[in-house]
Structure formats: C-alpha cells, structure tokens
C-alpha cells in the first residue's frame, strides 16, 4: 500500500510519537518477546487465551483490506505513528532508522541483540497484542500483509471497521483513537485528557484521509 504524497510532513510534527503508539495500557509489556507477554502476563492477568477466528472471518478481513476506506485509514495510522512496516520503537523513517531486517518473525531482539523494547512495525504493534493476533489469525510472521491483517482485526475490535465501510471518519477514528493513541479522537479533541503523548490534530487528519482516499 503505497504511501501518499505529503505524508512525511505530519509525520515530522510527530517528533517520534511511534515511540508512544498502541501499547497504551500494555506498554510495560514490551520489553518481552510476545510469546511471553501473550502468555505469561496474559494469564497472570487473568486473560483468556485468544480464540481463533474462523475461516470466513479471515476471508471477510482479506476482503476489508481490499476497500479504499480501509486502505486510506491504515496509511493515515502509519502516517500518525510515523513508522514503516520494518520499523522498531522509536524509528525515524527519513531520520535516524531503527528498522528490523527480516519480517519472518515479529522481532523480539534489537539491532544488538539485546530484547527488544516497545512497539513494531507500520501500525505499532505492540508485543502482547501481537501474541493475542497471531493466535486469532494463526500467522507467525511479521510481513507486511500479516501487519495489514493485523490492524484490520483491530480495526474490528475496536468497533471503527464497520463505520470505515459506511464512509463514516469521525466515528471510525473514535473507535480507533483508544487503540492509536496517536490519533485525535474527534474535531477540537485530544486522544486522551490531558494529553499523554504527541498526537495528530483532527484538523490534520481528515485532509490527509481525504488525500489517501483520492482515486
């Protein structure tokens, strides 16, 4: 999916919000591999094992991804977390990288070896989230299109896919805001109150979904 014209600018006013992204309240997770953060600290929470999602349901998402609403709100989320599909935490594309060269995996070490901290790739994912989606969706890599499926899943659960597929932005980006904390909610609102890290401005937001959405 290729990114538009004008997307490194709101990326710049960002000064690095992918290092911030969807962890939200797991953050303290991320210095784990996702085995671990999905299930250790998953069960010491008292989380259910994901269930896997039926064989339709992942036809249904190959088939989301394929709408121009879907593929422009997924831009504009990489476009807020100013990350690329091989990016690390805290990677500046156009900056100083801090990418990961091998998607066969999601990458649970750094460029030193050492265990990996925060979120990865295009959407910010996020190790335990990553541990909870790859048991639903029974994928193990970290390729681009499994990262699409991904954030379309999330997409799903946080209730925004089905106004993304009625044309319907404000709703679909307060859906979504709570997962990318990058977002704004809504017109002249914040992500949350106050503020706990740089986010996209709704009045930034809606243009360039508009320039993602253009034929």
């Known amino acids: 999916m290729p990114l538009a014209a004008g997307e490194q600018g709101a990326r710049d006013t960002q000064d690095g919000a992918a290092a911030d992204s969807e962890v939200d309240a797991d953050a303290d997770a991320s210095a784990e591999p996702y085995q671990v953060a999905a299930a250790g600290r998953g069960q010491r929470r008292g989380k259910p094992v994901a269930k896997p999602l039926a064989p339709e349901q992942i036809a249904q998402l190959e088939q989301h991804l394929k709408h121009p609403n879907v593929q422009a709100f997924l831009s504009l989320i990489a476009n807020a977390e100013g990350a690329t599909y091989d990016s690390r935490y805290g990677d500046r594309p156009g900056g100083k990288r801090n990418a990961f060269p091998d998607y066969s995996q999601y ?20 190790p335990e989230t990553y541990g909870d989606l790859r048991q639903k969706l029974g994928l193990d890599d970290f390729s681009p299109h499994t990262q699409d499926l991904m954030a379309a899943q999330l997409l799903v659960e946080q209730g925004a896919m089905p106004h993304l597929l009625a044309g319907n932005f404000d709703a679909a980006l307060s859906g979504a805001a709570p997962k990318w904390r990058s977002l704004a909610r809504g017109p002249g609102l914040s992500n949350v109150t106050p503020p706990q890290q740089p986010y996209v401005p709704y009045e930034r937001l809606r243009p360039l979904f508009d320039l993602y959405r253009a034929p």
């Open 107 to 126: 990458p649970v070490t750094d460029e030193k070896g050492m265990p990996a901290k925060g979120p990865a790739g295009r959407y910010q994912i996020a």
